[in-house]
Every structure is written in C-alpha cells, then in structure tokens.
C-alpha cells in the first residue's frame, strides 16, 4: 500500500496526584521523596508540570538510583503534617500492541533467552526478589507452553492472573508474601503484577514491575489510585507492557512514572521522619482525558 | 639487678613442629632480621617487660583507643590487645606485599567497572553471572554510573597469611569499610612511647602519614569542578565497633567526623550543618555500609545515612569513598576467581597468591566438601568479621553433621578452603607471663586514588591470642602487634 501514511493518534491527559500526610506526635525534621512524575519516552511526554506542598519548602527535582525523576521536600522546621499535590499534562501516543511479528522458529526464540549474553543484559529483571520468587509449592499453577512463542505465553499468563486473582482492597498490603495471594487468590494491582513477574522470571523472561496511572472512565481497576503493571521483555521485540489487573496489553490508557524490580522500586511516596508517634497517609489521583487530536 | 630466678623474655618459648615461625628458623637459629631486636629485648627480664607492657595498654585505654563487640552481652569497651614486641617485614618481601596489594586492587577496580557498565568478563565467561545475581551487594543503582577517576576501591583491606611453605597467599579482599589502620598507627606511638631506644637500631618507614596519604586521595577524587574540597567521614555513630577508628582519622586528616543527620541533601548538594549555617561537603569518607546510606534508595527505616545522598552522587555532585557497590567484588565466592580477574584486565600473573576455595554452590565441589570437612574451613560467602567460619578439624562429630546440614540447605552462601597454616609468631601471654606462639596474618591497606597507588608501609599485624586457633579478627579475640618494614 504505497503512499499509505502511518498516523499515530495522540492523547492528552491532565492528571493530579495529591497526598495529605499527617503525624500525631509532630516532626522535627523530615524528608520526602515523590515518585509520581511520569517518564518521558517513546510513547509518551510530559508537557507540563506543576508541585505544590503546603509546607512552604523547595520542590526539588532529582533522579533516583534508577534513573527515574523524582520530587524532594526537606523540612527544616516542626511540622505535623504535608500536603502535596502535583499536576502533570501528559501527550501519549496511540500504542498498537500488536506492531511486530510473531516468531517463526521458536527453538531460536527460546536459544536466545538461553544465551549468555541475554542473560547477562537483562539480570537486572531476571533477579528474583522477596515479591516475585514464585513459591515451589505454585510452579506447576502455570506452566509455558514450549509450542507457542514467548508472546503468546505471556499473553496467557496476563489472562491466567486477571482469572486467577479476584480484584478486592484492603485485603493485601504492601507487605503480603505472595505465596498468600496465590492461596487467597486476591489482591490489589500490585499483587497481580508481582504474580505476573514472578512466574514470568521464573520461565526466564525479563519482567519489571511498572507503576503509573490508569486513565479513568473505563470502569478499569485502579483508576483512582496508582497502577501497577508489568513489562516482559519479548526476545527482538522488546518491553511489552502487560496489565493482569484488568486482563490488557498496556495501552494509551497506561501512563508510565517508573518501573524497578518489583513495588519496593516504585513506592510513590518514600519519607524519612524523625518521630514516635503514629501517622496517617491519604492520597488520591485523578486522571483525565484532555482532548484528542 | 636480676637474680638466679629471673627470666629472659624467651626462656620458656616453646616452638612447636610444622609451624613457620616468623622470628625462629627451624634449626632455632633466630632470624638476621630480628637478631638486634632479641639482642636488645633479651637483656631483659620478663618482669621488664611486663611491667612496660602494662602502661602501654594503659595508654591505650586512657586515650579510648577502645573497641566493642557486636552480640557481645556486656558489650564492654575492650582495648584491641597489643605486646610490645613487633612483627618485622624486611624490604624484599614487603616489594611483593606491596606490588600484590596494588595489583589485586587495580584488577578489582576494573572489575567493579565492568560489572557496572559492559560486563564483559562475564559475557567471556570468565566469571559465572550466577555471582552477580545472586549477590546482595551488586547494586543496579550503581549501573552506568562513573565515579570520579573511574575509582571504586579507594580504600582496600587486603588480609594476607604466610603459609607453613613460607610463601604469602590472601585470604581474603576487604574493599567495603576496612577498618584497622587506626590500630596500626596507635601500636607504633605506643611502641616508640614505650621502647624509644629500639628505633635507633632500625630503619622502619613511618606509618603516620596515612592520614596524609587518605586526605590526598579524598581531595583527588572530588566532583569535576570543585576547587577546594570539603571532606567529611561519616560514622554511625559512637556505638559502632570501629567509632574510635572514624574519629582518629577524621581528626589526622584536620576533617569533620560526621553523621548522618549532621547532613542535608537539598536540590542534589550535600550539606553539613554548622553553627555558621550549612557547608557545602564534596567529599564524603564514608564508614557506613552501601545500604544505610540513603533511605530513600537503600534500606528505608535507616537513619544512618543521609536522604537524597545517592540521588546527589550519581549526579557528580558529592564523591562518596568507597563507591556503593564494591562488596560485589569482596565477597567470598568472587575471591577464587581474583587471579582470573587479574590477568583477564591486566595481563599478569598474579603477584600474591590465593588459596585454593571449593564453591559449595557447585555440585562436585559441594560433594568433595562434605566428604572432607575436617581438612576444611567453611566459610559463609558474605559475612565480615569472622563470623560464621567453622573449621573442620576443631569440630566434633555432632557439629560436623551440623555444619553439613547447614551447607546443604543453602549451598550458595559457603564457600570451603583447605586449612592454612597460618604463620605464628612470638608473642606475649598476659595470662601466662610469657611469649607464646601464636598465629598472625596481616592486613594490608591500599589506597587508590587520581593518579594515586600507596599502599601504608606496614599494615595490621592480626594475631589469634587464643593457643592454637587460627581466626585472628578483632571480633573473636584478635589481638594485634606493630609491623615494621624495613627500609633498605
């Protein structure tokens, strides 16, 4: 189809992060570190951003272990409390999950994720942490099938997850093992994708655990909260996001902030405060759909 | 004014067979180089030289040159036990003491390089990558990042033992937080306090410009752009074992002894705090392990460290001495593979050896140490201080099936060495008012820096004060001995 031009549909965001932070005993010096902001890359760009804390102190930018931009508060002062809320426009491009080429010799396919070299670039998310050890007693739940390729795999794997787990809060913490989950059978995003990359791992496919937004309005899990989904790293492909919370490839819908070995790499909000007493955390998101162009 | 009855300090020394003894040669001759100091120390009668021994260690607790064991339930300050007879190192075998130290650390900092950016050594197979990932202290943080002068290891602690064959092997790479070489300096200010006259009889190269040498090497590595740096050690804290170590080297080196919330990070600089407002600090000699430094990036209920210090180093705005991420290249299980290391980055051999290691994390090794235990130490692959080690032929039968148990269960984190004779060397017993044989190892430290290989002339001569036993750390009951390295 000659003279075709591919054109790529774009969607613009706005989306709000806010959190209240209150601490019954006060505080006499405190740090916090925000991991909210979303990346720029291939697919998406952050067109505008804007931080606000109601403590009157510097909103720093810096850049994590990772590589991943963050926002820092310091307070010098006693405080009992912060506010914070960053407001983020965001143009994301139209992702066609689909665009590549299923392998045709899946021997090759399966050398390759062998091969030294594969293994050795991808360590990092081959690593197999506290939240995506698959317990022995669950390696046979799911099993990859040697006669489809690593794509199609994966694909059944997202859909296992999304059958396998139902969606309830409150019931898991940040703090669950996940041979719980797998027993209970629930959990919330993180629990479904800490699954999907521990049993992903454990077949020998690079897996990341992503935390981002969910464009709302879908009737999708997690719209009003942060997400968490997973990226796979399909062999001459590349990082294909996969989100067993709601049983779908990643899409425009999926803003990214980060991505890290499991939850421990992406907690939104990390803080250092010296006190005894206890504290309090609320925070909300809100994404919405600006326009289409 | 000796009577019949009085001793000379070695009258009852008692050399056993099959041990090298650095001072006595197996035919009981003494050694050339110790001929004057026996000359000199054995005109005199023990009393002597119990009596100058005691107010050397009484010095040593009046300047609370002190330390504290960790676990250790009256957790009292103890003094690191030191004798007033010193080990010496003539110049020849200090040139390969030295030239291996540099050596072994030069090929460790190329590796640290590699296994953050390319990793080439093990895409050649040279090293398993089952060693980095499964290493707690590989940490992906550090990749790609560049630290000034390309140096990781500043600061290494090299352990090395001379065998009963007479040669010297490393036991093992300290290239995290050694620590000792407060020790070092302190032992010879009491030896030169105590026994002035002996140093007029040997040409010994001073120790006391190590803090000297640190400060040139912290000033050397600051961030691109600074002129004048501020440098700065962090510490723990009092409670740590090594604090008097943090202070003594903070106040040599004319420098602030600093902790954690003595520093502020704001917009990726670091700052100390001070009466006159914040100061910018450069340079941070820190003795807190990779994962306290930052709670933001490490483990998050530490308030060791500093929030927001990793995010500023990897930016280039702060150096941090060593850089995070060494203990992948100390740990036990890559130390069988430094001579490898060594000659894949420099093309050498190795100049100091290494001792035999059977990694329990592969199977016919594993096999051969469970079969031969009692010729064997067993060592866990990532504790320090001399924690965890079993040795195979101190071990009764029950303990045995139990060390074996714990092996199996967890093959990865133990690695097996045949059991080294380590040398021994005269030493005084406060117990038995007498000098002994007792076992010694050294630990060497080597400082790299811009441009800049120095290894401290001298080093920490570890003795194992209790009969027999071969474990020399601080922590066990080590005690320690001035070491001298002649000059010419």
């Given at each position: ?293 | ?335 069988t593979y430094v001579p490898d290391i060594i000659k894949y980055y420099l093309g050498e051999e190795p100049i100091l050896k290494n001792v035999h290691t059977y990694h329990c994390s592969r199977p016919d090794e594993l096999k051969y140490v469970l079969e031969n235990i009692k010729d064997l130490v067993i060592k866990p692959v990532d504790e320090a201080g001399g924690y965890g080690i079993s040795i195979g032929n101190k071990l009764t039968k029950e303990e045995i099936e139990k060390v074996k148990a714990v092996v199996k269960a967890n093959p990865r984190k133990y690695v097996a060495q045949p059991i080294m004779s380590l040398s021994v060397h005269p030493t005084y017993i406060d117990q038995k008012e007498s000098f002994e044989q007792r076992h010694v190892d050294l630990r060497t430290f080597t400082v790299l ?40």
């Open positions: 189809m000659a003279g075709l031009k591919c054109r790529y549909m774009s969607y613009e965001y706005e989306i709000d992060y806010d959190t209240q932070n209150s601490y019954e005993k006060g505080l006499n010096e405190a740090f916090w570190q925000f991991l909210v902001i979303p990346e720029d890359n291939e697919t998406q760009e952050v067109s505008y951003w804007h931080f606000e804390n109601d403590l009157g102190e510097r909103n720093s930018v810096s850049i994590n272990g990772l590589g991943f931009k963050t926002v820092q508060v310091r307070s010098k002062k006693q405080v009992d409390h912060i506010n914070f809320n960053a407001h983020f426009k965001v143009v994301k491009k139209e992702i066609n999950p689909f665009d590549f080429e299923l392998p045709s010799d899946l021997e090759a396919e399966r050398a390759h994720l062998n091969s030294l070299e594969f293994k050795v670039d991808h360590e990092p998310y081959l690593r197999k942490t506290r939240f995506t050890t698959l317990p022995e007693q669950h390696r046979s739940y799911f099993e990859f099938d040697r006669s489809i390729s690593i794509f199609e795999n994966l694909t059944h794997l997202n859909h296992w997850t999304f059958e396998h787990l139902y969606f309830k809060t409150g019931v898991t913490d940040v703090n669950t093992p996940l041979s719980e989950i797998i027993e209970k059978r629930h959990g919330v995003c993180q629990d479904f994708t800490h699954l999907f990359c521990a049993i992903a791992k454990y077949n020998g496919v690079p897996c990341r655990y992503v935390s981002g937004y969910l464009h709302q309005g879908h009737g999708f899990f997690g719209d009003s909260q942060m997400h968490a989904w997973a990226e796979a790293f399909v062999p001459n492909v590349g990082w294909i996001g996969f989100d067993p919370t709601n049983d779908l490839l990643a899409s425009h819908n999926h803003i990214k902030v980060c991505h890290g070995k499991d939850y421990t790499d992406c907690a939104p909000l990390k803080g250092v405060v010296y006190t005894h007493g206890a504290n309090e955390t609320k925070y909300s998101v809100f994404v919405k759909a600006a326009q289409q162009q | 004014m000796g009577t019949a009855i009085d001793k000379t300090i070695f009258s009852s020394y008692v050399r056993k067979e099959g041990l090298f003894d650095e001072v006595f040669q197996s035919d009981g001759e003494v050694k050339s180089v110790y001929q004057k100091l026996l000359d000199l120390y054995g005109s005199r009668t023990i009393e002597d030289y119990v009596s100058l021994n005691n107010k050397a260690k009484s010095s040593f607790f009046n300047q609370g040159i002190t330390f504290q064991v960790y676990g250790d339930k009256q957790s009292q300050e103890k003094i690191f036990p030191f004798d007033l007879f010193p080990r010496i190192i003539d110049s020849a075998e200090w040139e390969t003491i030295e030239k291996g130290a540099i050596q072994r650390s030069l090929a460790l900092n190329h590796f640290l390089w590699d296994v953050y950016h390319d990793k080439k050594i093990i895409k050649d197979n040279i090293v398993p990558i089952e060693l980095l990932s499964s290493s707690p202290n590989y940490l992906h943080q550090m990749m790609d990042v560049d630290p000034p002068s390309k140096v990781y290891n500043h600061i290494s602690g090299t352990d090395i033992i001379k065998h009963s064959d007479g040669d010297y092997y490393v036991l093992e790479d300290n290239i995290r937080c050694p620590s000792g070489v407060s020790y070092v300096i302190c032992n010879r200010t009491a030896l030169k306090r105590a026994l002035f006259g002996v140093f007029n009889h040997y040409q010994t190269y001073t120790v006391t410009d190590y803090a000297e040498n640190l400060l040139n090497l912290l000033e050397s590595v600051k961030p691109p752009g600074v002129d004048a740096p501020v440098c700065v050690v962090i510490t723990p804290g009092m409670f740590n074992s090594a604090y008097y170590e943090h202070s003594y080297l903070a106040k040599a080196m004319g420098v602030e002894l600093v902790e954690g919330r003595d520093l502020f990070v704001e917009n990726d600089f670091v700052y100390m705090k001070t009466t006159q407002g914040p100061v910018r600090v450069d340079v941070v000699y820190r003795r807190i392990d990779d994962l306290f430094i930052d709670p933001m990036e490490f483990h998050p209920d530490s308030t060791l460290g500093v929030p927001g210090l990793f995010a500023a180093y990897k930016k280039g705005n702060v150096t941090l001495a060593n850089a995070p991420g060494t203990g992948v290249a100390d740990d036990k299980a890559i130390y820096g811009h441009d800049q290989q120095f290894v401290l002339k001298g080093g920490l001569t570890r003795v194992a004060l209790k009969e027999g036993n071969l474990i020399v750390n601080s922590s066990q009951g080590g005690g320690s001995k001035d070491t001298w390295v002649l000059k010419q």
